[in-house]
């Protein structure tokens, strides 16, 4: 087709017209709504930029959901905490407001949580004696690497904060778990046990690493939090050099610990850890210890948060299923209105540009009262309803 000079500058102007019409309502378009989830794709909050809450947990108060996680940067070094804990609000679990930073980390030098510390898995809970949020995640100080292995809580009177930071712990110093009790008092180990070896794992499952930290408190890594019915608080976390998982109560108003906790599955290298219970089970999915690096998944139950606890071994089941679907878990949310409706929240992490780690919500089913969980590109809360 020919096209004239006067035809084409009225046709161009017509494009012109059309495009800044586009661009105009572009503009003035509210953000996307969401209906589905996507994992591992890119996802949006209602100001169209890519949730920015890894490691995270969700709590439910009010009617809404509230999720709070690590807020990233880009680049190598955007896994330290340079901005703080964030929070994000929504309705629907598909849609998610961002609420700004619930626990900025600090400028001051002296402050255990100054910028470049290590800030991860954030998780809140609710307090109903003292009507208080509390915020607790896993801490390193700045420049010690992954070294002291403390747990940090904060409180605020409002769910999305600003909370306030109230210090760090080693967990249950100068206590025994349950099953050591009454076993340690005339414990002695081999001092040049060499790491890896039969002796040496013995050692370990008699609380070789509990005695080394009994004064100054136990090693807490990976964490989560788990209120049961009875209003009774748990925070469970990967001790032992990542060896074991550690289950221990919190005091009454959630801000410390009571001296009881038990020992989960001594040597069995177990990280980031979520906890849900179901028809007054317990179930716990964590994972292996590989670093940013996905591995498989793994799931236990008990009929007592103090155990015993029965190895479920892999909930994830088809392609991927031996790296959880490139993903390591951090929560376990159930979903409110929807019986026996559980998410399982897990990461994709990018640790070369860790702004742009992704979300790996997935549902999970039971089979013969197991956990099961299977990849779908996309889905939707109403695979509950089947
Ligand atoms: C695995 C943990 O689950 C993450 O939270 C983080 O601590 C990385 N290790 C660091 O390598």
Redesign the pocket.
């Known amino acids: 087709m020919r096209i004239n000079n006067r035809n084409f500058t009225f046709s161009t102007l017509l494009v012109i017209i059309a495009l800044s019409m586009g661009l105009c309502s572009c503009q003035s378009q509210t953000a996307i709504m969401h209906s589905s989830f996507t994992p591992g794709e890119i996802w949006l909050d209602t100001d169209s930029v890519h949730i920015n809450a890894h490691?995270g947990g969700i709590i439910f108060d009010n009617g809404k959901y509230y999720w709070f996680g690590e807020h990233k940067t880009a680049g190598r070094g955007g896994?330290s905490a340079l901005v703080g804990i964030g929070c994000y609000s929504s309705d629907d679990l598909y849609n998610w407001e961002n609420e700004g930073i619930a626990l900025a980390s600090a400028n001051d030098p002296d402050s255990e949580i100054v910028k470049g510390c290590?800030m991860?898995?954030p998780k809140v809970i609710y307090n109903e004696k003292t009507d208080t949020y509390v915020l607790w995640f896993?801490l390193e100080l700045k420049g010690q690497g992954?070294a002291a292995a403390r747990t940090g809580v904060a409180t605020s009177k409002n769910v999305t904060g600003p909370y306030t930071y109230l210090g760090s712990h080693r967990p249950n110093a100068g206590h025994w778990s349950i099953e050591l009790q009454g076993k340690m008092d005339n414990k002695e180990f081999a001092s040049d046990l060499e790491w890896w070896t039969p002796d040496w794992r013995k050692a370990v499952n008699e609380g070789l690493f509990v005695k080394r930290d009994f004064e100054k408190g136990q090693m807490s890594?990976?964490m989560t939090l788990f209120v049961d019915d009875d209003g009774k608080a748990y925070h469970i976390h990967s001790s032992e050099e990542n060896l074991t998982l550690h289950i221990s109560e919190l005091n009454d108003d959630y801000t410390g610990f009571t001296g009881k906790y038990t020992r989960l599955f001594p040597g069995g290298h177990n990280?980031?850890p979520a906890i849900f219970k179901r028809n007054g089970n317990y179930y716990l999915i964590a994972?292996g210890?590989?670093?940013?690096d996905p591995n498989a998944a793994r799931s236990a139950v008990a009929t007592s948060i103090w155990g015993p606890w029965e190895s479920l071994g892999n909930p994830c089941i088809g392609k991927d299923a031996e790296l959880t679907f490139h993903s390591?878990s951090t929560y376990v949310l159930p979903v409110q209105g929807k019986k026996d409706a559980y998410i399982y929240m897990g990461d994709r992490?990018r640790?070369r540009n860790p702004i742009d780690g992704r979300y790996i919500w997935l549902p999970i089913r039971f089979e013969n009262e197991k956990p099961v969980i299977e990849w779908h590109d996309e889905w939707d809360l109403n695979i509950f309803d089947n």
């Open positions: 490691g896994n290590v991860e898995r896993h992954y890594r990976d990280e980031a994972s210890c590989t670093g940013w390591q992490w640790p």
